[in-house]
């Protein structure tokens, strides 16, 4: 059954989370700040629902990632810098480099900052609408596991990769593009998994270039490279599939070759003796200044304009509506400010498992 938590309630367990496997206080509240804003936003992919899974195990029992994080910049050149993440708190190492580009973009127009050594942050959108607050441009995209197939491949090389854009409005929300390269995202076949459903077809392939619907062994055969996600437009090349190919190419590129890190096949958790061994992930961030163009107000209202625009336009019949990036999610953020997060059974079992451990002094309407 499903209960739902209030933010404040949830957001703070997380950050009590944190602490208690040895993320110190101030990193513990950035790290908690990612997942709950993607749980007020709707996307349960990346919200409690990682917590245990993507931080709490691999900090605590396959000691993979480190909770203190050591932010190392290694290269500074006026508006550009290379980082160094030391295996620590994905999410920290992000916001700090995100913050790094939006104050060289200030000084220079433009600032990008790449990232390596780094581990899962989370939402890429997060770092991106960072930007936006201040009037720029923002752009993040991250490398990951290997789980794409290329177009016509049946082996996963390529990360979910998203390739995330975010521009002011004169909107209530800003515009961002949100989503992996692939047409589905592992941490959406996770919650397929917990919810007990089945994967859609044609969104995974096997290694005998058949797709595969079964959401628990598809996440086993992930790891077993036995299976691989689809990029956006499909498998082959008739839908369109090589678009979603190269746009994950993209972003394997500025996420690695910038910053001569890690790559596809480099990118997993087991060394060549079958040893555990941290992801060393790539990032890359970059914000632009709106004002070195244009008035950021004038840009806010022609961005605005071309939302609703696309909005207003015909729509297909019996469709309710048009949305444009950021809305959906925005409309789940103020459903959600009355209902909190929802909370499926294997989640509920996950907090109660991390809570025990941890020795955390809470209790769970559920319980």
């Given at each position: 059954?499903?209960?739902?938590i209030p933010f404040d309630y949830m957001h703070q367990f997380m950050i009590d989370v944190f602490k208690g496997i040895g993320v110190p206080a101030d990193d513990a509240l950035v790290c908690a700040d990612v997942l709950i804003a993607s749980d007020k936003r709707g996307i349960?992919?990346?919200?409690?629902?990682?917590?245990?899974?993507?931080?709490?195990?691999?900090?605590?029992?396959?000691?993979?990632?480190?909770?203190?994080?050591?932010?190392?910049?290694?290269?500074?050149?006026?508006?550009?810098?290379?980082?160094?993440?030391?295996?620590?708190?994905?999410?920290?190492?992000?916001?700090?480099?995100?913050?790094?580009?939006?104050?060289?973009?200030?000084?220079?127009?433009?600032?990008?900052?790449?990232?390596?050594?780094?581990?899962?942050?989370?939402?890429?959108?997060?770092?991106?609408?960072?930007?936006?607050?201040?009037?720029?441009?923002?752009?993040?995209?991250?490398?990951?596991?290997?789980?794409?197939?290329?177009?016509?491949?049946?082996?996963?090389?390529?990360?979910?990769?998203?390739?995330?854009?975010?521009?002011?409005?004169?909107?209530?929300?800003?515009?961002?593009?949100?989503?992996?390269?692939?047409?589905?995202?592992?941490?959406?076949?996770?919650?397929?998994?917990?919810?007990?459903?089945?994967?859609?077809?044609?969104?995974?392939?096997?290694?005998?270039?058949?797709?595969?619907?079964?959401?628990?062994?598809?996440?086993?055969?992930?790891?077993?490279?036995?299976?691989?996600?689809?990029?956006?437009?499909?498998?082959?090349?008739?839908?369109?599939?090589?678009?979603?190919?190269?746009?994950?190419?993209?972003?394997?590129?500025?996420?690695?070759?910038?910053?001569?890190?890690?790559?596809?096949?480099?990118?997993?958790?087991?060394?060549?003796?079958?040893?555990?061994?941290?992801?060393?992930?790539?990032?890359?961030?970059?914000?632009?200044?709106?004002?070195?163009?244009?008035?950021?107000?004038?840009?806010?209202?022609?961005?605005?304009?071309?939302?609703?625009?696309?909005?207003?336009?015909?729509?297909?019949?019996?469709?309710?509506?048009?949305?444009?990036?950021?809305?959906?999610?925005?409309?789940?953020?103020?459903?959600?400010?009355?209902?909190?997060?929802?909370?499926?059974?294997?989640?509920?079992?996950?907090?109660?498992?991390?809570?025990?451990?941890?020795?955390?002094?809470?209790?769970?309407?559920?319980?």
């Amino acid at each position: 059954m499903i209960h739902h938590i209030p933010f404040d309630y949830m957001h703070q367990f997380m950050i009590d989370v944190f602490k208690g496997i040895g993320v110190p206080a101030d990193d513990a509240l950035v790290c908690a700040d990612v997942l709950i804003a993607s749980d007020k936003r709707g996307i349960d992919s990346h919200g409690i629902g990682r917590l245990k899974p993507i931080y709490y195990d691999r900090i605590v029992h396959q000691k993979i990632q480190e909770p203190v994080t050591e932010f190392e910049v290694v290269r500074d050149h006026l508006a550009t810098a290379v980082v160094d993440g030391h295996h620590g708190m994905g999410m920290v190492v992000a916001k700090r480099c995100m913050e790094m580009a939006i104050a060289k973009a200030k000084q220079h127009g433009l600032g990008m900052v790449v990232a390596r050594n780094s581990t899962h942050y989370g939402i890429a959108g997060y770092y991106p609408l960072m930007a936006t607050a201040q009037d720029m441009i923002g752009l993040s995209g991250t490398n990951a596991r290997p789980s794409i197939a290329p177009t016509f491949g049946v082996e996963n090389m390529l990360g979910t990769n998203p390739l995330v854009f975010g521009f002011p409005t004169d909107e209530p929300f800003d515009f961002v593009n949100d989503y992996a390269t692939s047409i589905i995202q592992r941490g959406k076949i996770e919650q397929y998994a917990r919810e007990g459903k089945a994967c859609p077809e044609g969104l995974i392939v096997g290694r005998d270039g058949k797709s595969k619907t079964d959401s628990k062994q598809i996440l086993e055969d992930l790891v077993k490279g036995e299976a691989a996600l689809a990029p956006i437009g499909g498998i082959g090349e008739e839908t369109g599939g090589y678009k979603g190919y190269g746009f994950a190419t993209v972003t394997e590129v500025l996420s690695s070759a910038l910053q001569q890190g890690a790559f596809l096949k480099q990118l997993v958790d087991r060394d060549a003796g079958g040893n555990r061994k941290p992801y060393e992930l790539g990032h890359y961030f970059m914000a632009i200044d709106i004002k070195c163009f244009c008035e950021p107000a004038d840009f806010r209202k022609t961005a605005g304009d071309i939302m609703r625009a696309l909005r207003e336009s015909e729509k297909a019949p019996g469709a309710e509506r048009i949305y444009t990036c950021g809305e959906k999610e925005y409309l789940a953020s103020i459903a959600r400010s009355e209902t909190g997060v929802p909370v499926n059974e294997a989640l509920q079992n996950d907090m109660v498992t991390m809570r025990n451990e941890l020795g955390l002094d809470y209790h769970f309407d559920f319980e």
